[in-house]
């Protein structure tokens, strides 16, 4: 779960992520994003593991599974980075990193991400784990981070 | 190499090309990067010819440099530099943005910009590839306007990723005003130095820059992350307050009870307007808290929206140096008139310290009947927004009396005194060609020493002080270390810690005599440039001094009467001179350069004996 308002855009998340998955402060192979196209309104963006999983099924080469707490997995022998499941994710959340020899997707670092335990830590709690709601409702999370970042201007300098 | 790449990027604007330029570990181990790289390259460069050097023509290198610490300790800051055309040294002028993060991700330590365009351009690198683009559609912008069109230009032009960050320019850097930043993420500006204006004289709009790979290599990276978490629970613990309250706290508390905050160009120092307060601004226009730039636990920035005649201001808190500069400087005691004034420095792309400055010197003048209303074109009123912000766009616009203004409170100041036929620096509230930030010394309660502007190599610079002891973090060594390691003020613990960190990225193993001395060999290269100074102000043993109205006692407050002492001050010059290693003329000694492994500049020297 994410809550816009509450994040600082600190990005200490993209950072937590990078180090434990990479082991070395590499943002750009983030699994989160923050997007701050607009100065101090942030949008997040990351997997936010739909029911019908487009991305797994998409997949040509059968590289992508799903684990015990709903997490994408990523077989990186079987990945061929044909971009087949960027283009099947309804927010476009699959990244292929320079220098990365498979895709990357949100595996919720199996149940405790670092993304959430940073940003607990340092007293946001934009970022929450729950458990999943029924239905499509996470979905409406995968908006595009321009549209996103519009409509909090928009809010915030209060425009119809 | 650990924690640097050892190589940065040159790009000649006028031939269009760019090239890699090696840098050997022995020179990030003398000088560590930002401020202090930038010193030594440009003394290399330049030597004796520095003199002659015009900061305002496109021979002037810009360097955007980052340092070993960048990435890996909590906090982000881009070291912006060059000669300054407001000191004529080199300012080490800061602004944090995601930039000097994207420079290491694409495997280089730095952006050096070398010549000019002959039409209005951005800079667009990704992963070291350079494209010199048409920036003819967001000429003329600032503010949320630029960077929503730039956003937009940088995706259908060059295809960038919607990550990509950027410094830019405002229309007062286009004008080449002296008082010009270079900004970025709308209300960030590394406003000291007027490097604003350098950019403007190449014609470039913006630098957009992206990378794709990771940080470099550090020596232990697993202390490091230990290191890591445990800097960022401390420091959120120590800077709660500016979690809270951003710096705006001291917007009142400064001027009540440390008696130190300018207040109608410095005339009083002390005011006691309780809804000129963070709380105040809380009310009236914080409308999200708290905002953090990357990977910072302090998180210092409020974003704030004011709606004023019909229009929309949006910006930072304003923080304690905006508030004070474009408020209580200008007579200006009301929340919303500060993030207005703050907003509009924001879009026009002027540093509000200098500006706040230099306008106050023009309101002051006004009121005493020196600049008229003939001169003027309209009154010039303390705490009247709409006569100040009309003036700020004088300035950004060079239009009437702006032109004059837009040359910095030291030059307006010479300009004016031969114009009137009298002196009218003893209004100027400068050093060195840098206006004072906003720390006053008379009170004696801030953090601030007699000394700290006189003997600056960064004259009024707030960030860059002069003080005693010379090896602590009370030291000129001290910030320079900062702004060359490259981290923020706001983010450090102590020098110990800070070293720690240094030794886990690089490995080298120093002392804290070692990493001080790494500080004094950058500021006493500094100060050997700033003396030798050019093309049209130098300076000698007398400019190193306090304004004048720091000598006259404060007529309001708790600390009424009290002043700055002349022959204290001349005390403690001696004293620090012979501390720094300096002569009795303030030039350091060709001893002192021995010792600091600076040999090869003591022919620099022969200029100022």
């Not at chain 1, 292929?96 to 940073?118: A, H, T």
């Not at chain 2, 929309?312 to 304690?320: A, L, Q, R």
Request: charged content about 25%.
């Amino acid at each position: 779960m994410r809550d816009f308002s509450k994040c600082s855009s600190c990005k200490l998340c993209e950072i937590a992520c990078s180090l434990k998955h990479e082991g070395m402060v590499w943002p750009e192979a983030s699994r989160i994003r923050i997007y701050e196209l607009i100065p101090g309104l942030p949008v997040i963006s990351t997997c936010v593991q739909c029911d019908d999983y487009p991305c797994v099924s998409s997949c040509p080469f059968q590289a992508l599974s799903t684990g015990e707490h709903g997490q994408v997995l990523v077989d990186e022998n079987k990945c061929t980075l044909c971009g087949t499941c960027v283009y099947a994710c309804p927010g476009k959340i699959p990244r292929i990193v320079r220098g990365k020899q498979s895709v990357i997707i949100c595996d919720l670092c199996n149940g405790e991400p670092e993304c959430v335990k940073i940003c607990g830590e340092m007293g946001y709690h934009a970022l929450q784990l729950v458990n999943k709601p029924d239905g499509e409702i996470v979905k409406n999370y995968l908006i595009s981070p321009e549209d996103a970042s519009f409509k909090l201007l928009a809010k915030a300098i209060g425009e119809e | 190499m650990k924690g640097v790449w050892g190589r940065l990027l040159e790009v000649d604007l006028t031939a269009g090309t760019s090239r890699s330029i090696e840098i050997p570990e022995k020179v990030y181990r003398m000088f560590l990067g930002g401020r202090g790289l930038a010193t030594y390259l440009l003394a290399r460069e330049f030597r004796e010819k520095w003199r002659f050097l015009d900061p305002l023509s496109p021979d002037n290198p810009l360097l955007f440099l980052t340092g070993p610490l960048t990435g890996y300790y909590p906090g982000v800051k881009l070291s912006v530099s060059g000669k300054s055309p407001q000191s004529n040294s080199v300012i080490g002028s800061v602004v944090s943005s995601e930039v000097a993060i994207e420079l290491k991700a694409s495997g280089f330590d730095g952006l050096v910009l070398k010549g000019g365009c002959e039409k209005p351009c951005y800079v667009y690198v990704e992963n070291g590839k350079v494209e010199i683009r048409d920036a003819s559609s967001i000429w003329g912008l600032g503010g949320l306007q630029l960077i929503k069109q730039f956003n937009s230009l940088l995706k259908e032009d060059v295809k960038a990723d919607p990550k990509t960050p950027f410094v830019y320019i405002g229309p007062a850097g286009e004008n080449k005003v002296r008082t010009a930043a270079v900004m970025a993420k709308l209300a960030h500006a590394a406003g000291y130095g007027g490097y604003g204006a350098v950019m403007g004289a190449k014609r470039v709009k913006a630098v957009a820059v992206k990378g794709y790979g990771s940080l470099p290599p550090v020596d232990d990276p697993e202390s490091l992350n230990t290191l890591f978490r445990s800097a960022l629970g401390n420091i959120k613990e120590r800077m709660k307050r500016f979690r809270q309250w951003g710096t705006t706290e001291g917007t009142w508390h400064t001027g009540y009870y440390l008696s130190s905050m300018p207040v109608k160009n410095w005339s009083e120092e002390w005011h006691n307007v309780k809804d000129f307060s963070h709380v105040g601004f809380e009310l009236e226009t914080w409308v999200k808290n708290p905002w953090a730039d990357w990977g910072c636990p302090v998180a210092c920035m409020k974003l704030s929206i004011a709606k004023w005649k019909g229009e929309v201001f949006i910006t930072d808190n304003p923080d304690y140096e905006m508030a004070a500069y474009l408020g209580s400087n200008l007579g200006v005691f009301s929340p919303r008139g500060a993030v207005v004034l703050s907003s509009l420095a924001d879009e026009l792309g002027l540093c509000g310290i200098q500006t706040g400055n230099v306008m106050g010197f023009a309101v002051e003048l006004y009121e005493k009947g020196i600049l008229t209303r003939d001169e003027v074109g309209y009154e010039l009123k303390w705490g009247n927004v709409e006569c100040l912000a009309r003036l700020m766009k004088d300035i950004a616009y060079r239009r009437g009396i702006g032109e004059v203004l837009a040359e910095g409170t030291f030059r307006a100041a010479r300009l004016l005194s031969e114009k009137k036929g009298v002196d009218l620096t003893k209004y100027a509230i400068q050093v060195k060609g840098i206006a004072v930030g906003a720390h006053g010394v008379r009170s004696g309660k801030d953090y601030p020493q007699p000394i700290s502007y006189a003997l600056s190599v960064q004259g009024g610079d707030h960030t860059s002080v002069a003080g005693f002891p010379v090896n602590s973090t009370e030291s000129e060594a001290w910030y320079s270390i900062l702004d060359s390691g490259v981290v923020c003020m706001f983010t450090v613990l102590d020098d110990s810690t800070l070293l720690e960190y240094l030794n886990k990225v690089t490995g080298w193993g120093l002392d804290l005599g070692e990493f001080y001395d790494i500080g004094r060999r950058i500021i006493t290269l500094q100060r050997i440039l700033l003396l030798i100074g050019g093309p049209d102000a130098d300076w000698s043993v007398k400019d190193d001094d306090n304004p004048p109205r720091f000598y006259e006692p404060l007529p309001t407050g708790p600390y009424k009467g009290s002043a700055l002492k002349r022959e204290e001050v001349d005390e403690l010059k001696k004293k620090y001179y012979a501390e720094m290693g300096w002569d009795e003329k303030g030039i350091p000694s060709e001893e002192t350069l021995r010792r600091l492994g600076l040999e090869e500049f003591t022919p620099m020297l022969n200029m100022l004996h």
